[in-house]
């Protein structure tokens, strides 16, 4: 429920450079090694079959995590425009997510207060001032306050003011709006504050959502993440998109509570290439990929930023939200061309390449086959994170 507040100058920028980062983000892309000085030791580490499976953990998951706390809803850029609104569908939950005149989101319940019809249907962005309910015509504005009733003089002491759209606790953060789908009190302990403002210099929520996508995946969505915290299978089962750009090795990872961040040199990275050029985009050397509490992904590009919401529905049920942030919207030929290029690229790489890894590796768990999984150095971040979740689930 807090104004969003624009990263001054990031919408005029159309690459980001080191001096762009935070101090933080900056402080470790300054210990990634040249990729031929960097080593991970082994590990040894395993996870049960059940946690992928079990009826049981994620009945847990969604009781201590999930309902428990703030979970993403979208991204606050799909609203850049004082007085529109979107409904989304979340976490099996009808949702508006609107920015109102003064420029504040909220999120409601897409319900009307007479017998809960959804107020919007579709889900594009509306820039309206009002909703009226499909079924008998009630209006409502935006912040979700009833403002009229058809053939009110039919209703003997209704009180308008009692009837306001429903309201969930929410918040941006990092560009990402949060919400407390059980309405209590959220806890916002989860969140880490360097990771927000690490999203925030990365353009996040003065950006631009070039491109969204839902893919509704049969898997577990710890199965769907897992790729998107290890880099040991980016040179194989990607080998035939961009594998080649990425090294084994060289990544920097930083924890903060249950939240990590990635960084790492691309392909031939060497520490002195960071100083050759102040104004050169800082993507072109490095990648950075956050897991942001409970179920976020942010992984960066060299023109633009993919954020994914992973919403977990069944044991091997997920919905992705896929959000595709560039800095601004496509002006020139050339920029047309890159952004529809790299659309089309990326959905091909998450959509055809992670999102299918994870089909078809829960197949097999399904089958019950691993009856542990074990986890190599090069995918010690899922174990991190793992053990964060595990904390709270005790
Ligand atoms: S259900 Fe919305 S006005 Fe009747
Ligand atoms: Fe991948």
Redesign the pocket.
């Known amino acids: 429920m807090n104004v969003a507040s624009k990263v001054p100058g990031a919408t005029e920028r159309k690459i980001t450079r080191l001096s762009d980062l935070t101090e933080s983000q900056q402080g470790a892309i300054r210990r990634i090694p040249a990729e031929k000085d960097a080593y991970t030791d082994p590990i040894a580490a395993s996870r049960q079959n059940e946690i992928f499976t079990g009826q049981a953990r994620f009945d847990a998951e969604q009781e201590k995590i999930f309902n428990r706390f703030p979970v993403p809803i979208t991204m606050a850029a799909l609203l850049p425009e004082n007085g529109s609104v979107v409904a989304v569908e979340a976490y099996g939950k009808p949702l508006l997510v609107s920015r109102t005149r003064d420029g504040e989101i909220k999120v409601l319940i897409n319900a009307c207060q007479h017998k809960g019809s959804k107020l919007v249907e579709d889900c594009e962005v509306h820039k309206q001032g009002r909703l009226t309910c499909p079924y008998h015509a009630w209006t409502y504005g935006i912040d979700g306050k009833l403002i009229g009733v058809a053939r009110s003089d039919m209703f003997d002491n209704l009180d308008k003011s009692q009837r306001s759209l429903v309201e969930l606790p929410s918040k941006v953060w990092g560009g990402v709006v949060y919400a407390q789908l059980d309405g209590s009190e959220p806890d916002w302990s989860n969140l880490s504050d360097q990771v927000a403002e690490d999203l925030d210099a990365l353009g996040l929520e003065s950006g631009h959502v070039y491109g969204r996508q839902t893919f509704d995946l049969k898997a577990n969505w710890k199965v769907v993440l897992e ?1 998107f915290l290890e880099g040991y ?2 040179q194989r ?2 080998a035939a998109s961009i594998g080649d750009l990425f090294a084994d090795a060289p990544t920097i990872v930083d924890t903060f509570g249950p939240n990590i961040r990635q960084v790492s040199g691309r392909i031939g990275y060497e520490p002195e290439m960071l100083d050759a050029d102040e104004n050169a985009n800082i993507h072109k050397l490095v990648t950075h990929a956050y897991t942001a509490f409970p179920n976020v992904v942010v992984v960066t590009s060299q023109y633009y930023t993919s954020v994914m919401l992973l919403m977990p529905y069944a044991t091997d049920r997920t919905i992705v939200h896929y959000y595709m942030i560039t800095p601004g919207p496509a002006t020139t030929p050339k920029a047309k061309d890159v952004f529809s290029r790299s659309y089309e690229m990326i959905i091909g ?1 998450f959509g055809g ?2 999102f299918r890894a994870a089909e078809i590796s829960q197949a097999g768990l399904g089958a019950g086959v691993p009856k542990e999984t074990v986890y190599c150095g090069l995918e010690e971040n899922i174990v991190r994170y793992y053990d964060e979740i595990e904390k709270l689930l005790d």
């Open positions: 790729p299978h980016v089962l990607h790489v390449e992670d």
